[in-house]
């Protein structure tokens, strides 16, 4: 599962009606951390980093002091290996579940999350970053790769969505904040690798940053949030 986040800060007057259509501001480009990816996809899972001392406390409720202790059977030592990749992203620790992507995103936001499908007799001099003829467009849909965004009076798919890209959804100022608030829980056990540490460090830094830039655009008379997808 892919870690690269594609991700829009998009605004609209706090007067415009519910579905108005938002407006592009920015992209925002997070750093790539797989902690990160894992509390805004939804997804429940471990991080990655070693903790030593969350894998010294999870021997010591065994009883022991090294995984290949002969006490332990081969699933224990598993189970201990988990508890001790433990940072923060804690078993049970409630995250946001995916939203779908908005039908009144901003047109930059749809031309970047879907493929424009051409006919397919059409030139080369037509052809463009995300494109792709109407034959291959049929292929893709039918076997479940992605989803018709729009089409013509026939029917025929004009935009769809990208096989690549997965987890879409999006965040409202309060749940930004939420997300630092989660992301700060990544420093309980500090690690002690040096190059882990500075990334927790520039990944609160980006999400803080994002946090302080909606609420001032809130501040300002503005209704913001955060469209994302994930890349394969």
Not at 78 to 95: C, F, K, W, Y
Not at 98 to 105: E, L, R, V
Request: with cysteine.
């Amino acid at each position: 599962m892919g870690c690269d986040i594609h991700a829009y800060v998009e605004t609209k007057n706090a007067t415009a009606l519910e579905d108005a259509e938002w407006s592009y501001l920015c992209d925002y480009h997070f750093v790539r951390n797989y902690a990160l990816f894992a509390l805004m996809a939804g997804v429940r899972r471990y991080s990655s980093w070693p903790s030593p001392g969350a894998l010294e406390k999870a021997l010591q409720k065994r009883g022991v002091n090294r995984l290949d202790d002969p006490k332990l059977s081969l699933n224990e030592a598993n189970v201990i290996m988990l508890e001790g990749a433990d940072t923060g992203l804690t078993r049970g620790q409630p995250s946001f579940e995916p939203k779908g992507m908005p039908k009144n995103i901003s047109h930059k936001t749809v031309d970047d999350f879907t493929i424009y499908v051409l006919s397919d007799d059409a030139n080369e001099n037509e052809w463009g970053e995300n494109t792709c003829k109407r034959e291959i467009a049929n292929k893709w849909v039918e076997n479940g790769s992605c989803v018709i965004w729009d089409c013509d009076k026939e029917g025929n798919p004009l935009r769809i969505t990208s096989p690549d890209w997965h987890g879409e959804s999006w965040l409202d100022n309060n749940e930004v904040r939420e997300l630092a608030q989660r992301c700060a829980k990544l420093y309980d056990d500090d690690p002690d690798d040096n190059t882990v540490y500075e990334l927790f460090t520039k990944t609160l830094a980006c999400v803080e940053a994002l946090d302080a830039m909606m609420h001032a655009l809130e501040a300002r008379g503005f209704k913001a949030r955060l469209v994302f997808w994930f890349d394969n």
